[in-house]
């Protein structure tokens, strides 16, 4: 009965990458770039934003597999060996996202013959290929002491690189303010910890109920402490989501911002707001809620959904509001919903996700610890 | 080396589109995409109105947020102050669209010139399909009315997946000839030259009139001016009144 369950989920997320792949064909050499919802207007959308969720979720991923191995707090040991491994899983489904979205990808080999290196994107994918390779060393050589701690100092190193780098990227043209490279250095990074801690506690707390492995004392000491880390992360991930709304939103006078203006009777920056922090900050505040299982599961996949809406909310704001020539014949903001390619690019790039990190989970022993 | 700039005087500017057209035919300009375009305006309160017209093309910025933002230098420019593009190292990431103020950078969603590859007549027997006509008259090369002296210096069409946009028709500078909206221009409007050059025609008219570039506050340094604008109304001398 379990191998039937174990082929069903394989087939499940076999399917998903086919989907990626139909999706592939169908963008890069098939009829193009009209199946997603983009326009000379909206240029980056749905692919982009679910780059942006995964890869500061992979960077997050980092931060927390840093504790223990980085600064030394041993109690998150137990963690440490899936969390690097997720950061791996997560890190290949923001690629995909990305191959998905470059009209041309087949000629990513001009980022070494033809560098730019005054160009943030290029920096951000040479920081992201190196994080790659690290991350894959440091899991290989995870738990050999000292050479393990040097790597993970250096993937932490490199994580907070490509998070911050990501703020510079957006942050660069001086033409949209509303995208500020100081604040999102800062809010990138914290919110890809938050996405991360919430990832950890879902697929930690899977683990545990999928393999039918009772929570130890110590997990549950473990996993409280983390819901309440998470918790701590959210709330102050709600304090800049705030002051974001109140100086781009409301207190701006700058034509630029009007975009992010319009955005904020959108669904998705409701969704994010609402469903994303506010549920499930009061849910992690309430001790019977926290310390419950399904309650710390909620919380985590409220604010994932949440921050997913985020990322493409924050896309969008800088982008809606046509100008110049191409505001010609428009309305003032054009409205986006993505098209059934651009969902599937969302949903292969977690197949991806799902089918590296479930070979991983049965191949890999993430649950080891050291002695 | 020279460094080539353009001048619109707005007052002979009659907003015809005759820019646009022969930009159009001379770049093999596919639809949807526009290297040369226009700004429309209308201004006042019925029936105090104007329409007002401002032609818009690439700026050829002399820092151009779109060639540092390009990883690959696909974007860059040229050491006559060009800002060219090179179809063939674009990954399509689109960042120049996101990186430039003036939205005046566009992307192949999909093959160009599609409707010429279509098989079906356009009347079933009457006449003969949009791929029969392109065959015939252009040995199936994009459209019917591809030129194909835009191919001396980028690909005669540019392929799905990459950005294009104006290049001040690089490839007749090169062959001592002025950009071909310019040629075109019925009213003149459009002046071409080198600002390295003290006596050129731009320079005469930059320093006779108080010429204004796009977004200058951004730092960008475009190598389009405008002077003038055309403006017929008069008005009684007034100090208004409460």
């Known amino acids: 009965m379990k191998a039937i369950k174990i082929q069903l989920w394989y087939g499940l997320l076999l399917l998903g990458i086919l989907l990626g792949l139909i999706t592939a064909y169908r963008v890069l050499i098939g009829t193009g770039f009209v199946l997603y919802a983009k326009t000379d207007i909206l240029v980056w959308t749905m692919p982009i934003a679910a780059y942006v969720f995964f890869s500061l979720t992979s960077s997050g991923l980092a931060f927390v597999s840093s504790i223990p191995v980085v600064f030394g707090i041993k109690r998150y040991q137990p963690i440490e060996k899936r969390t690097a491994f997720l950061e791996i899983a997560v890190l290949f489904a923001a690629f995909t996202c990305l191959l998905l979205h470059l009209g041309s990808p087949q000629k990513v080999y001009y980022y070494l013959f033809s560098p730019n290196l005054a160009s943030p994107l290029w920096w951000l994918g040479m920081l992201y290929g190196l994080y790659l390779i690290v991350l894959l060393l440091s899991f290989r050589k995870m738990h050999k002491a000292q050479v393990s701690k040097g790597l993970g100092v250096f993937t932490l190193i490199v994580a907070i690189a490509t998070s911050t780098a990501l703020g510079w990227l957006f942050g660069l043209p001086d033409a949209r303010p509303v995208f500020s490279a100081n604040f999102l250095a800062m809010y990138f990074p914290l919110t890809g910890f938050g996405s991360a801690l919430a990832a950890v506690l879902l697929f930690s707390l899977a683990y545990h109920h999928f393999a039918k492995v009772p929570l130890s004392g110590g997990d549950r000491n473990l996993y409280e402490d983390l819901g309440k880390l998470f918790g701590f992360v959210m709330a102050l991930t709600l304090v800049f989501f705030l002051w974001r709304t109140i100086v781009g939103g409301t207190s701006a006078t700058a034509v630029e911002f009007g975009g992010f203006r319009h955005m904020l009777s959108s669904g998705w920056y409701h969704l994010a707001l609402w469903v994303g922090l506010v549920i499930p900050i009061l849910m992690i505040t309430m001790p019977a809620v926290r310390n419950a299982t399904w309650g710390k599961i909620t919380a985590a996949a409220l604010f994932l959904v949440g921050m997913f809406a985020g990322r493409l909310e924050m896309v969008l704001s800088g982008l809606v509001m046509p100008t110049g020539p191409k505001a010609e014949g428009q309305p003032p903001f054009v409205s986006y919903w993505p098209t059934i390619w651009e969902v599937l690019v969302f949903v292969s790039a977690l197949a991806v996700l799902l089918f590296v990190y479930t070979l991983g989970e049965r191949n890999l022993k993430l649950s080891e610890a050291p002695e | ?242």
């Open chain 2, 1 to 242: 080396m020279p460094k080539y700039a353009m001048v619109i005087d707005l007052q002979r500017c009659v907003g015809c589109g005759a820019c646009s057209i022969a930009c159009r035919n001379e770049n093999n300009v596919p639809d949807g995409i526009y290297w040369s375009n226009k700004i429309t305006e209308t201004a006042g309160t019925f029936p105090n109105v104007r329409f007002h017209y401002l032609p818009t093309l690439c700026n050829h910025c002399s820092d151009a947020p779109c060639v540092e933002g390009c990883p690959t230098k696909a974007m860059h420019k040229l050491d006559n102050g060009i800002t060219m593009h090179d179809p063939d190292k674009c990954i399509g990431c689109r960042y120049c669209q996101y990186n430039c103020p003036y939205e005046v950078i566009y992307f192949n969603w999909q093959d160009p010139h599609k409707f010429w590859r279509n098989p079906k007549p356009v009347i079933e027997g009457g006449t003969s399909s949009p791929k029969e006509m392109a065959q015939t008259v252009n040995n199936g090369n994009g459209a019917p009315y591809s030129n194909p002296g835009r191919g001396k210096t980028l690909p005669e069409n540019r392929p799905k997946g990459v950005v294009e946009k104006c290049t001040f028709c690089d490839h007749r500078i090169k062959v001592g000839e002025i950009p071909y909206c310019v040629e075109a221009c019925p009213a003149d409007a459009r002046i071409f030259g080198d600002l390295d050059k003290p006596d050129s025609k731009v320079n005469r008219l930059l320093g006779k009139f108080k010429p204004y570039r796009l977004k200058e506050r951004l730092g960008t340094e475009p190598n389009v001016y405008y002077i003038r604008s055309f403006n017929p109304a008069h008005y009684q001398r007034t100090k208004g009144g409460i």
